[in-house]
């Protein structure tokens, strides 16, 4: 496993001193980055413009988003309808806050969301992201329990190489340990347990995904066992993780986690910041896997990122106590469920319903899986994994072995190599070694074969390449 989080690419291109490239060097703290790079002759890429699924930069050049930004810009990029009703929304009520207010925008959604959401999970908290969507989620387990006769229960359960957010308690909850050293000591109580990468199996379930996904759930109860039932809130998992590379849930899996947090009385908290509005063809991926949390945590597609915002929807069970008296979550965010945002996210649904959006993902995925394996022929493509519009390549040095990269060789390949080769080459897209080594896809959800083909065959170049700079 890669000791960095950054997938800083090292760009060196041409700028003068007063262009953006430069000034976004001087000024922008960019997220995540490693800003030597660009005091090392780098060059910050800059975009400028996005239409569709293609994306331009400063220099005027052409790339496809093959990570729809950043698992967000669901119906494409350059959609005027979202962009007026942004500015319509901002005409009417541009700001009201949801503190014991509400505004037609926020309601609206709420119901909306409401409807699109399995089971009796009815009641919609609105947050600015994913992050704090997550910190909700966890708060309202610690607080229901408290108010239903369970004071202890504070713990949370989630998946070794899992990402769910920055603020202290989401980075808690996160599995990545170079995210979380810097800011030790977090939130206490954050549990993990094994994820679902079944190309990583122990070997004696390598070639059976249903009996290694009740091996990886047991260690869920098993965890919960060895810190105490009386101990533990919550579980939290993505129904498909992403950091790793793309680990859907084996078949039985997700069955299994809810039955083992039904027996110890432990919340489910599916963690869809990537996996709603589409990205596995249902407007929840728990809905298409058929498994009722008790909340669900989204962000990035409500809106297809014309604006930002999350949501934490719990059900009607969690609600219920704070029903009554006194009782109140005393939690929440000026930007929570913001009028533009939520006019932008009804006009984005509006486009999912017309288009067919999550349809034609569940038509396609199937050829978009298929033009992506056919990179398996390359030496260095281990796997390749995922579920909707969500893949995961994992690169690997011995295909027969499945050994991966060292460190420093890792650091070479991804950072010293593909990142700017596949950008290079006309593909934004993310290689990443929080995990194993990976190349991630998830691209705006309008894509068919041509734009599958052009991935792979700018895939294919570089990978090919990549394995000569070994
Ligand atoms: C699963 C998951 N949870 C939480 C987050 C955090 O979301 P945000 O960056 O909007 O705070 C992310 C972001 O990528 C995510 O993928």
């Not at 922008?28 to 975009?47: A, C, E, K, N, Q």
């Amino acid at each position: 496993m890669g000791n960095t989080m950054t997938t800083t690419p090292q760009f060196v291109t041409e700028s003068g001193p007063d262009s953006l490239a430069a000034r976004a060097r001087d000024h922008l703290w960019m997220h995540f980055t490693r800003h030597s790079v660009y005091y090392d002759g780098g060059h910050v890429p800059v975009i400028v413009k996005g239409d569709g699924c293609y994306i331009w930069d400063d220099q005027g050049r052409r790339y496809i988003d093959g990570l729809a930004g950043l698992f967000v810009v669901q119906v494409g990029h350059g959609r005027k309808e979202l962009a007026a009703a942004a500015a319509a929304q901002a005409e009417e009520l541009a700001f009201f806050p949801v503190w014991s207010y509400a505004h037609p925008r926020a309601i609206e959604l709420a119901e909306r969301l409401a409807a699109y959401a399995p089971g009796d999970l009815n009641r919609v908290f609105f947050t600015s992201g994913g992050g704090e969507a997550v910190e909700t989620a966890w708060k309202l387990a610690k607080q229901y329990f408290k108010m239903t006769g369970k004071p202890t229960k504070h713990k949370v359960i989630s998946r070794s190489i899992a990402y769910h957010g920055t603020p202290q308690g989401a980075l808690s909850i996160t599995g990545i340990p170079p995210a979380k050293i810097p800011f030790e000591p977090l939130v206490p109580g954050g549990v993990k347990v094994p994820n679902t990468n079944f190309y990583r199996a122990p070997e004696e379930y390598r070639y059976d995904e249903k009996a290694f996904g009740l091996w990886a759930a047991n260690r869920i109860a098993e965890a919960i066992e060895f810190e105490g039932p009386d101990s533990v809130a919550a579980v939290f998992l993505e129904p498909v993780q992403n950091s790793g590379g793309c680990f859907p849930p084996p078949p039985g899996y997700l069955e299994r986690v809810r039955e083992i947090c039904d027996q110890y009385g432990v919340l489910f908290v599916a963690d869809e910041t990537i996996t709603a509005f589409g990205r596995i063809g249902d407007m929840f991926a728990m809905n298409r896997f058929g498994v009722v949390p008790d909340m669900i945590t989204c962000a990035k597609g409500m809106t297809s990122g014309y604006s930002p915002l999350g949501a934490m929807i719990a059900s009607d069970r969690l609600f219920e106590p704070f029903t009554k008296g006194s009782n109140a979550f005393l939690h929440g965010y000026t930007w929570g469920g913001h009028p533009v945002s939520a006019a932008v996210a009804m006009a984005n649904l509006d486009i999912f319903e017309r288009e067919g959006i999550n349809q034609h993902v569940l038509e396609n995925e199937g050829a978009f899986r298929s033009t992506l394996e056919k990179l398996r022929d390359l030496p260095i493509v281990g796997d390749v994994r995922g579920a909707g519009y969500f893949f995961g390549i994992e690169l690997v040095k011995d295909k027969v072995t499945r050994e991966t990269f060292t460190d420093d060789e890792a650091e070479r390949l991804l950072r010293g190599f593909l990142s700017k080769a596949l950008f290079d080459n006309g593909l934004y897209c993310r290689a990443d070694d929080r995990g194993d080594p990976v190349v991630q896809l998830a691209p705006a959800l309008i894509i068919g074969q041509k734009e599958f083909d052009e991935i792979e065959q700018v895939l294919r170049q570089t990978l090919t390449e990549a394995w000569t700079i070994l």
